[in-house]
């Protein structure tokens, strides 16, 4: 189980930390690539930041490359997403998704979402 959380509304050129909480044990998280996806209202889900099992790579769109950073935590079973420089285009809600495919992460396990708000 994936929890989301650290959404709220910021002006345009602010910045966020996102959080994304697993409930599993230590020993299965690191087994999952994490990632991080958005969906702005009428639009499709789209996919923001990857790392992977040991947090070692990273790889994102670039719409939010050198703007976001994804990082994760395997001693707390926690991965973030650090947003800075943020532009109202990044409106959206905010899921974290584990996938056991880093390199084709699309997300089998998904938390909640978690609503970032950029105003102008």
């Known amino acids: 189980q994936l929890q989301a959380s650290g959404g709220g509304l910021v002006q345009a050129g602010g910045s966020l930390r996102l959080s994304c909480a697993a409930s599993?044990?230590?020993?299965?998280?690191?087994?999952?690539?994490m990632g991080w996806f958005r969906q702005a209202p009428g639009k499709e889900r789209e996919f923001v930041a990857a790392?992977?099992?040991?947090?070692?790579?990273?790889y994102y769109p670039d719409a939010v490359k050198g703007r976001f950073t994804i990082s994760r935590d395997n001693a707390k079973n926690m991965v973030y997403l650090q947003m800075n420089s943020l532009k109202p285009e990044d409106t959206a809600v905010y899921y974290c998704?584990?996938?056991?495919?880093?390199?084709?992460?699309?997300?089998?396990?998904w938390g909640q979402g978690t609503l970032v708000t950029v105003s102008s």
């Open positions: 790392i992977s099992y040991s947090g070692s790579s990273t």
């Open positions: 599993t044990s230590g020993r299965t998280f690191n087994r999952y690539a």
């Open positions: 998704a584990a996938d056991p495919n880093y390199s084709r992460l699309t997300g089998v396990y």
